[in-house]
């Protein structure tokens, strides 16, 4: 196993394209919007008992960003 082996396609690929894609339903989309994806934990009186902030951003749809729970950067 060469760990060197689809090195340079990846990297150009990587270098070259932004994120044009969303990164939660993968959906292509022009208009993307940078969010931090939010778990919510719901206590007893269906009130968000724990909120979960994920710290690495994520570029969703503006779909996505409307239905599910995530914080706008
Ligand atoms: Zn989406």
């Known amino acids: 196993m060469y760990p060197w082996r689809g090195w340079p396609v ?3 690929r990587t270098m070259a394209a932004p994120v044009t894609e ?3 339903c993968g959906h292509s989309d022009a208009e993307l ?3 931090q994806r939010v778990y919510l934990h719901p206590g007893d009186d269906d009130r968000p008992d724990r909120v979960d902030v994920v710290e690495v951003p994520e570029w ?3 779909s996505c960003v409307t239905q599910y729970p995530c914080r706008p950067r």
């Open 10 to 12: 990846q990297s150009a």
């Open 22 to 24: 969303c990164e939660n």
């Open 33 to 35: 919007v940078e969010v």
């Open 60 to 62: 969703w749809c503006v």
